[in-house]
């Protein structure tokens, strides 16, 4: 007999991504998790702004399969549809290895290295970069949760250390 599938877990989250260079992408909505033994599935619907020149509509599908029993190790896929009049992108980043420790009680540390590629599609435009974030994340209550990290994007120009390739993120998340 098959197992019944865990019930989703659902979470409503503001992120808000600013490279040092004053570029900004800030990200509002709503995902359904679904956990397994192994891993995960989840898909999020959101809309975001850049400040600037674009609001746009974001759909992620993301999925993670764990290394060990614990998930401490794992490896993960976001595939990442960014909608605007100023943007037109379908972005893949895919992590071979996350490592997600707890510090404490309500604390854990995570690093999280990574390669995406990204289709724009107003710019008929393909990019390749090869990252990594890393940072913290404080539960402050049994549904809600802040992270803070801190990104290096574009490693495979390791040499190129302009305030465009470095970044802060604050993540805000509520489970229902």
Request: glycine residues 10%; contains cysteine; aromatic residues 10%.
């Amino acid at each position: 007999m098959t197992k019944p599938v865990n019930k989703p877990k659902g979470t409503v989250s503001v992120s808000t991504y600013q490279t040092f260079d004053g570029s900004n992408l800030t990200v509002c909505g709503i995902e359904e998790k679904l956990n397994g033994k192994k891993g995960y599935i989840s898909a999020f619907l959101g809309a975001a702004t850049n400040f600037s020149d674009d609001g746009m509509f974001v759909i992620d599908l993301k999925g993670g399969r764990n290394y060990d029993i614990k998930g401490l190790l794992n490896q993960n896929l976001r595939i990442r549809t960014k909608l605007g009049e100023n943007s037109e992108s379908v972005q893949f980043r895919y992590s071979p290895i996350s490592l997600d420790v707890p510090v404490g009680k309500n604390t854990n540390i995570y690093i999280n290295p990574h390669y995406s590629g990204q289709m724009d599609f107003k710019k008929e435009k393909w990019t390749n970069s090869i990252g990594v974030f890393g940072g913290v994340t404080q539960k402050l209550n049994d549904k809600a949760s802040l992270s803070l990290e801190i990104q290096r994007y574009n490693l495979q120009n390791i040499k190129e250390n302009t305030p465009e390739n470095w970044g802060i993120n604050a993540i805000i998340s509520y489970k229902f």
